[in-house]
């Protein structure tokens, strides 16, 4: 089977609507709901299911193509080490920040694992796909660690 760009033919929105759609979902953290709410704000009367088989069908290129449009991390990295209470239970957090203070990924532990946090760090890199060129370990810079 070939993997070409998959067709708009015999749909009953325009492809403009039907990317519109896609896009808000796979840009935004927004549920099939959110974005049926938000098309209709436009002007589009279209359900939610829909959404979902739009986002089935033409999602992946929009996926896609966000991910290479994502900026790259910082040449310089922080890993940030700090014992946080989570529901009442305190928990090891290793988080890692790029230079602009991007959070790249956050790793919680209930105990302290040297190797965890080491896989963590291998798996960021593989993840990134990009070496940083210096790593700080004793202070971060400021960044909130709440986030979505």
Not at 44 to 73: D, I, M, N
Request: hydrophobic fraction near 40%; glycine fraction near 6%.
């Amino acid at each position: 089977m070939l993997s070409g760009a998959p067709s708009y033919k015999g749909h009953r929105y325009p492809v403009e609507v039907i990317s519109h759609g896609v896009w808000l979902y796979f840009r935004f953290p927004l549920g099939f709901r959110e974005v049926e709410e938000l098309m209709l704000e436009r002007g589009v009367v279209v359900s939610y299911e829909t959404v979902r088989r739009w986002c089935l069908k033409f999602g992946q290129p929009y996926a896609h193509a966000l991910r290479r449009r994502r900026p790259r991390p910082g040449d310089k990295w922080h890993l940030d080490e700090v014992f946080v209470k989570i529901n009442g239970e305190w928990k090891y957090l290793w988080r890692a920040v790029d230079t602009e203070g991007n959070v790249l990924d956050i790793l919680v532990q209930s105990r302290r694992d040297t190797a965890a946090a080491r896989r963590f760090f291998r798996k960021l890199m593989k993840r990134t796909r990009s070496v940083p060129r210096l790593v700080v370990t004793s202070s971060a810079p400021t960044a909130p660690l709440t986030g979505r």
